[in-house]
């Protein structure tokens, strides 16, 4: 994956859940995705939106949960987004 332009986030050597899933990735060669070292680097401010997704994509919907989870994909492949 190709580096960020925000290197301070990037390098942000963050603590919690989100740190340790980064450092896991990158111990089993596994690419991050740039949203996780952003979610890393300011956990205060973007609890809310984890907190926003996990409603959106779990919470109660005409769609279950794998439906939503095949339009993320495949928006995600058009745009061309690896996650």
């Known amino acids: 994956m190709e580096p960020m332009y925000l290197t301070d ?3 942000h050597n963050g ?3 989100r740190a340790d899933a980064i450092e ?3 111990a089993a060669g596994v690419p991050v995705p740039q949203i ?19 409603g959106v994509m ?3 919907s005409p769609l279950p949960p794998g439906q939503r989870e095949l339009i ?3 928006t995600s492949k058009l745009n ?3 996650f």
């Open 15 to 17: 603590t919690g859940p």
């Open 24 to 26: 896991q990735m990158r």
């Open 72 to 74: 993320a994909a495949l």
């Open 36 to 54: 996780m070292h952003l979610f890393a680097f300011k956990p205060d401010r973007t609890d809310h939106l984890a907190a926003f997704t996990q």
């Open 80 to 82: 061309q987004c690896l």
């Open 58 to 60: 779990r919470g109660p």
């Open 9 to 11: 986030v990037e390098t």
